[in-house]
């Protein structure tokens, strides 16, 4: 009985040589008992040219720089060239694109053909190759709205951290004092103090700017940055993401400890401040 399955993925793709080797071994042992079972890869590149091959190793020797990067990869199945004229039964097609993420469709008069081979296929995939974390564009819009508020937040903490505070013992002994100058002289020492100091200006000015360029600015670059996927990663494209994959870390790492010593800060100033 003729079967036939489609399946999207919903996580972003990581694709590279040993991931797509791998979904190469997957085919060719379910088709193995089929005498079609010959695998031609489309590649589409950004320079608009695209090429029909049968060896995997002119995929993964792609240069894949960015002005004529990978686009887009479809792995067909195809009669072989003896049976090239016979009519084939079975449609096979395993679409990654840049732009629509990782599709899957099979169809067979087999029903055991097309089952078999879609179950393997979107087992190793679900769990190898597409793990990222797909965005929408309100998730997107979400994360955004967090990142520029996350901005602020850290902007105010830093200004309360910078501000110069009248000691509280100071303010302590004022109070005790029974001379009206002392109590006159910390009046006026604590107005004078009690202001924002050039860095404190200086954080929250620079922080709202940050703040307003991260609301008012594309989330696609903040997204791909934070959440790579759909990434063909071989040549100088795999040589690139490791490197940003190092430079995002550093940069999460140093932006969450900022913040932490910021929130910190801010609730000791609080501490010291806060009941006088």
């Not at 100091?197 to 200086?202: D, E, Q």
Request: charged share 25%.
């Amino acid at each position: 009985m003729p079967a036939f399955v489609e399946h999207s993925f919903k996580g972003g793709f990581l694709l590279d040589e040993p991931r797509l080797r791998k979904i190469k071994d997957i085919i060719e042992s379910r088709e193995a008992r089929n005498s079609q079972a010959k695998i031609v890869y489309r590649v589409y590149r950004g320079d608009s040219y695209s090429y029909d091959t049968e060896s995997v190793d002119d995929v993964v020797n792609e240069e894949n720089e960015d002005w004529r990067r990978i686009t887009r990869l479809d792995l067909r199945v195809s009669p072989k060239s003896e049976e090239a004229g016979k009519k084939s039964d079975f449609a096979f097609l395993l679409s990654f694109s840049g732009k629509e993420g990782c599709e899957l469709r099979i169809a067979a008069d087999d029903r055991d053909r097309v089952f078999l081979l879609f179950s393997d296929l979107r087992e190793y995939i679900q769990h190898e190759v597409a793990v990222t974390r797909a965005i929408d564009r309100e998730r997107g819009r979400g994360l955004q709205l967090v990142l520029s508020v996350g901005v602020l937040i850290g902007a105010v903490l830093a200004g309360m951290y910078f501000t110069e505070h009248f000691d509280p013992e100071l303010s302590r002994q004022a109070l005790e004092s029974a001379d009206v100058p002392t109590k006159l002289n910390f009046l006026i020492k604590h107005r004078e103090v009690g202001m924002f100091t050039w860095k404190a200006l200086v954080s929250v000015g620079v922080g709202m700017a940050l703040s307003l360029l991260v609301l008012l600015g594309s989330t696609g670059a903040i997204v791909a940055l934070i959440f790579p996927g759909n990434e063909f990663l071989f040549g100088k494209r795999k040589q690139r993401f490791e490197r940003r994959q190092r430079l995002t870390g550093n940069l999460l790492w140093g932006v969450g400890v900022a913040l932490a010593v910021s929130v910190l800060a801010g609730f000791i100033v609080w501490g010291f401040t806060g009941h006088h």
